[in-house]
């Protein structure tokens, strides 16, 4: 039986879903470990064996908790490279946990850098000032001008862990910047030549990872601690944190095909970043504030930033109690010159052992037949030390992709041999490059495994299926009048492409344009919220593609609350003649209304209107309340289901008397009583991926009255001429009471049927006699007389008992009503607040008559007759704007007291009136 001495696998689910960064295992018949591996994100591991041992190894994988799953006990798919297939179940159990260390990214600024920044904004505008919220935020923004900091962060992190295509991006875009022509001072790679060439100044020693160490410890930029000596040349404060360079120098060494190469990158590092860098240029103008009190340069510098999405320090600003935090490391592995940076470590200490600049010969594609081919298509490639299997990877460097963009780019070969492989190409667009992704080993280093590729050369190719893709800024809007940059790339590059922007539906751009190219874009000024299509359209020998990619002309909103107003129909507010806001009381077991006056301001965008403005009112810390705008009664007692939301606007632009100016709320009577606290809660919708929120907290204390005592008693009309033969029911005259009581200061709590319930008339309602005959009719059953008292006392008739209580009879609708100034018997018509509406005379008919009883006689409008009251203030008008919590609507101030005729409603002053003689 034939001996091994490595084993190639790949690992992955029914539909082909790769298991990354799982520890692979062989073990001997005896359970002895003979070798372990670790996936990598294309599920692919190889196993170098300690010792050559038979093939029939048991293969294992060990999960997040350290379960071992059997592979054997899964499809096995022979090739080049064994592949085994594991349910989607099982595999999702075997994930590792998060990896232990993370790959330090942090604030683009420094800590201590962002902090003179800000107190420099503080110098130009005082804090919580509108100008330094827009100052600070510009000052976020810097980064390196040439492109976004955060992505060239990701390639580093994806070539420490292996990836082709990061490495090959992270290689190709520094030695661009390191072929720009432009002065800088060449500090780092002054030191690093010294360093590689093993001078006074490499410490370490000529090792090759001694003297990248010291090359890597050189990139810390703020004068390196530890006991090596240092230039003071190095000695350089930078605006952006060690631990990212550090980063990036992570990558360089794992993209490095020699030391030349890796001195060539840091010569285009130092080039690209930190010798023009904005945020090194801001940070220099903000202690020239601060020390010198020089401000111009740094204003100018603030103004000129150009924002990136990712840009800028943590959210919230930087906490100097909460530290970026670094990954702990055991000795002997801890370098305090690296800040515990274990995976440059484990680079470093693998640069010896032939993984990073060893000698093993690397791979060679010498042709690829044929050189342009569909998706589907069959391909060859031809070349030297292919060795026994590993994936082709049809590459993409589309600016700021770390890895491939499109499943399946890297593909397994249907035959693999060490000079040819024949592999047949995946859909998804592609650049012109192949290259190889081929295990050369996995190291155990620092107590983890590292996958590491065999180095090699990449192949033009033009292939796989027409392609189109659209940059834009991450964000999902524009702001009107910004200059937008638009990139875009196609495939092929020699197929014909077209750009289109569409405003609002109407094309306002259609051009032929490079497959590979970008541009400025000015964004027209619009003033209300505008739909945005861009359609890149790529038209090549493998089809069409198309990419549109949709954004808005916007600008978020901020959001206020500006007041609170407390009612429960009459309230005063925003008056001009020195009366405070919510001057009048409210009752005990009332419902009660909130109306909350919500400030909008966008710039002038929109009108600065809001729309889908919405909130909740929580009374107590427990019982929350939605908005009550929209809501229509759908019966006596009921509501239905409104809107919640309302479109804000300016303060300055509400109308009181437009009740949808205001988000509303109700405090059922239940809760309303004592004193209260109340947590008013506005937000607005999502605009430009933000939503605008504030709060407000505040108290409120009802006034504890005992409840007017009502009774109603229901008449028949059976009047020959006009009559109606019919009363109205129980529940009927209950609701007409309870309407009334919505405009009166008194809880309807003490409501109900009179001692005689009922009562037949033949008087005609039609004149002024027949209504006042049946005024007496009714008071005559109300009054206890002599007769009846006595007769009581020997229980032969029932004396009412009730002569201090107010008696209304209800009658059909009509439009008359009557009263006794004072007394205790009225009538009222009954009210249908379904059928009749919220504008029925009849609405305020009862509480009308009551006042009558009450004592009050008419105020002289809306040609109101009789002894009339003198001196009435605002000429009997209500002045404030009113709310009838019943129909949920707001009342012009316009309107006529409700001792009045006409359009009318409770006033403030009758209400405070009215509240005094019933208490």
């Known amino acids: ?83 085994f297939r594991i349910p989607g179940k099982v595999l999702e159990k075997l994930k590792p946990a998060k990896d232990a260390f993370p790959l330090l990214s942090g604030p683009v600024y420094d800590p201590q850098a962002w902090e003179t920044i800000r107190a420099a904004v503080g110098q130009l505008a005082p804090r919580g000032d509108k100008e330094f919220n827009i100052l600070l935020n510009a ?50 790679v002054d030191v690093a030549t010294r360093a590689l060439k093993g001078d006074e100044f490499s410490q370490p020693g000529s090792t090759p990872e001694g003297r990248t160490r010291f090359l890597a410890q050189t990139m810390r930029l703020d004068g390196p601690a530890g006991p090596r000596p240092i230039p003071d040349d190095l000695n350089v404060t930078c605006a952006v944190p060690h631990t990212r360079w550090l980063t990036l120098m992570g990558g360089m060494v794992a993209s490095a095909r020699s030391h030349d190469h890796l001195l060539h990158m840091t010569r285009g590092l130092e080039i690209g970043f930190c010798r023009h860098d904005q945020a090194q240029n801001l940070l220099s103008m903000a202690n020239l504030l601060l020390h010198e009190g020089v401000e111009a340069p740094f204003r100018e510098a603030l103004l000129s930033m150009e924002c990136g999405p990712d840009d800028g320090p943590v959210p919230g600003g930087w906490n100097p ?57 069959r391909i060859v490639i031809k070349g030297t030390n292919f060795g026994r299997g590993g994936m082709v990877c049809f590459g993409d460097e589309r600016p700021g992709v770390a890895a491939p963009a499109v499943a399946g780019q890297c593909v397994r070969a249907i035959t693999w041999t060490d000079t040819e492989i024949e592999v047949e190409v995946p859909s998804g667009g592609f650049s012109p490059y192949i290259a190889l992704a081929i295990i050369e080993s996995t190291e155990r280093v620092c107590g983890r495994s590292f996958t590491i590729y065999r180095k090699g050369n990449r192949v033009a190719f033009e292939g796989g299926s027409t392609a189109a893709s659209l940059s834009l800024p991450s964000r999902s809007w524009f702001e009107p009048g910004e200059t937008a940059r638009i990139s875009w790339r196609g495939h092929p590059i020699s197929a014909p492409a077209t750009l289109e922007i569409k405003v609002d539906g109407k094309t306002e751009f259609n051009q032929r344009v490079n497959p590979v190219s970008h541009m400025q874009w000015p964004v027209p000024t619009v003033t209300d919220p505008t739909r945005v299509e861009m359609i890149f359209t790529v038209d090549g020998p493998c089809g069409r593609a198309v990419d549109t990619q949709v954004r808005e002309i916007n600008i978020a909103p901020t959001l206020a609350i500006d007041g609170v107003e407390i009612t429960q129909g009459i309230q005063t507010y925003g008056r001009t003649d020195g009366t405070p806001d919510n001057d009048l009381a409210t009752i005990s077991g009332k419902d009660t209304i909130v109306r909350v006056y919500i400030d909008a301001d966008r710039r002038g965008f929109f009108g600065n209107r809001v729309p889908d403005v919405t909130g909740m009112l929580t009374v107590d810390g427990i019982h929350q309340l939605m908005p009550i705008n929209g809501e229509v009664p759908n019966s006596c007692s009921g509501w239905a289901a409104g809107n919640p939301f309302i479109e804000a606007r300016p303060a300055s632009q509400i109308d009181r008397e437009v009740t949808d100016h205001t988000l509303n709320f109700r405090i059922p009577r239940a809760l309303s009583s004592g004193t209260r606290t109340l947590r008013i809660d506005i937000t607005g919708p999502e605009i430009n991926e933000t939503r605008a929120r504030h709060r407000l ?94 007769w009581g006392l020997f229980r032969r008739t029932v004396c009412p008992a009730e002569h201090d209580i107010i008696w209304v009879g209800i009658t059909h609708p009509f439009n008359r009503g009557m009263g006794y100034v004072p007394g205790t018997t009225c009538l009222s018509a009954r009210f249908d607040p379904v059928g009749m509406g919220q504008r029925s005379i009849l609405r305020v008919k009862t509480a009308h008559e009551i006042g009558h009883n009450l004592g009050y006689s008419h105020v002289p409008l809306g040609g109101a007759a009789g002894t009339l009251e003198p001196g009435f203030p605002n000429g009997g008008m209500l002045i404030d704007v009113a709310f009838d919590p019943f129909f949920n609507q707001a009342l012009p101030g316009t309107r006529n007291d409700i001792m009045a005729y006409g359009t009318r409603w409770i006033s403030g002053y009758n209400w405070s009136r009215f509240q005094t003689t019933i208490s």
């Open 1 to 83: 039986m034939s001996r091994t001495s490595m084993i190639d696998g790949r690992i992955a689910s029914e539909k082909d879903t790769p298991l990354t960064r799982a520890t692979v295992v062989a073990r001997t018949r005896d359970g002895s470990v003979a070798g372990e591996s670790i996936t990598d994100n294309r599920g692919l591991f190889r196993i170098n064996l300690n010792r050559d041992v038979e093939p029939d190894l048991q293969v294992e994988v060990v999960g997040a908790e350290g379960k071992i799953e059997k592979l054997q006990e899964h499809d096995l798919v022979e090739g080049p490279v064994f592949d």
């Open 139 to 188: 000052a976020r923004c810097p980064g390196p001008p040439i492109f976004d900091f955060d992505d060239m962060l990701d390639i580093a992190s994806g070539a420490i862990l292996g990836n082709l295509a990061s490495q090959f991006t992270l290689a190709e875009r520094l030695e661009r910047f390191a072929e720009v022509d432009v002065p800088y001072e060449p500090i780092l």
């Open 321 to 377: 109690r909460k530290p970026i935090p670094t990954p702990e490391c055991d000795p002997p592995f801890r370098q305090p010159e690296l800040d515990c940076f274990p995976p440059l470590e484990c680079f470093f200490d693998l640069s010896s052992t032939g993984g990073i600049f060893g000698k093993t010969t690397p791979y060679f594609i010498a042709s690829i037949t044929p050189e342009k081919a569909c998706a589907g298509t």
């Open 697 to 790: 907290d505040t108290t409120w204390s009802w006034r504890t009255e005992a409840a007017l005592p009502v009774r109603h008693v229901r008449i028949r009309d059976d009047n020959a001429t006009n009559g109606t033969n019919a009363r109205p029911s129980a529940a009927e005259a209950m609701c007409t009471l309870r309407r009334g009581f919505d405009l009166l200061p008194t809880p309807a709590d003490n409501l109900g049927a009179a001692a005689r319930p009922t009562h037949n008339t033949t008087r005609d309602l039609g004149t002024d006699a027949g209504v006042g005959g049946l005024l007496a009719d009714v008071h005559a059953l109300h009054a206890c007389t002599t007769t009846e008292y006595l």
